[in-house]
């Protein structure tokens, strides 16, 4: 909360969704009443839930979104505003990140972070994953949120609203300064493999061929074969050895 009420940028709302914590989260958010606005759900409503509250409150032409264990870096809004109004207007821009490992020692995963290029991409690189480090990085017109029609809380990827953007005509950049600052820490949802790998099998179902399938997300069959080789890849990379087969439901287990 403190760090992006530090922003150098001065014109900016905050606005606070405390998703049914259990911990001292509501009494500590108040401290910082009239500067924020503070929404509180009874129960938690998830991830990309809480998200998409946040933005139906927001009243500025831009939205980010800044997770409760991490940080901004101070100029982070002033930079990705004054980038955002040199793109075309319907674009989403995504900074570097600096990650606080659990034992506090900071790094930056990408080395090209420090180099402060532009760079275009679109959703083909987003669901195969060569574009990495994104997650709530991103800053975009709230309009443009609106109009795709929120994440969906039923898949519970932000990768997917970063692809059906792409795939609906968004322009997507990636400025490579490391402005967004993240705290791993033993029990975060980047550190949950299990329920990552659950939510991307979720994402994969979404995106396969069927008659139900969303507009914005009718890609090819080559382009979806190419993405479920990636999750394929993914999985067994980084999940397999720690993930405990008997404890994924059946609904969930991908075809490999």
């Not at 530090?6 to 905050?14: H, P």
């Not at 505003?81 to 490992?101: A, Q, Y």
């Not at 970063?162 to 795939?167: D, L, Y």
Request: charged share 25%; glycine share 6%; net charge negative.
């Amino acid at each position: 909360i403190a760090s992006a009420l530090a922003q150098t940028e001065s014109d900016v709302e905050v606005i606070l969704i405390n998703d049914g914590s259990t911990d001292n989260t509501r009494k500590l958010s108040e401290q910082f009443l009239p500067d924020i606005s503070l929404y509180n759900n009874e129960k938690s409503t998830g991830l990309m839930a809480a998200r998409n509250l946040g933005a139906s409150h927001a009243k500025g032409v831009y939205i980010t979104f800044l997770d409760g264990d991490d940080e901004f870096h101070a100029e982070k809004v002033a930079i990705q505003f004054e980038v955002l109004k040199t793109l075309p207007e319907k674009s989403m821009l995504f900074t570097g990140r600096v990650v606080f490992s659990e034992t506090g020692v900071p790094r930056i995963p990408l080395p090209a972070d420090i180099g402060g290029k532009l760079t275009s991409f679109n959703y083909n690189a987003v669901l195969q994953k060569t574009v990495i480090s994104l997650g709530a990085t991103f800053m975009m017109r709230r309009f443009d949120y609106n109009e795709l029609g929120h994440m969906d809380s039923e898949v519970g990827k932000e990768r997917d609203f970063i692809a059906r953007f792409s795939f609906s005509g968004g322009e997507l950049y990636r400025l490579f300064m490391p402005l967004y600052i993240q705290h791993r820490k033993p029990n975060s949802m980047s550190t949950q493999k299990e329920k990552t790998y659950l939510r991307e099998v979720k994402m994969m179902d979404a995106w396969r061929q069927s008659e139900g399938r969303h507009p914005d997300r009718n890609i090819t069959e080559d382009e979806f074969s190419a993405y479920e080789q990636a999750v394929i890849a993914s999985y067994r990379k980084q999940f397999a050895e720690s993930l405990e087969v008997p404890t994924v439901d059946d609904r969930f287990k991908a075809p490999f």
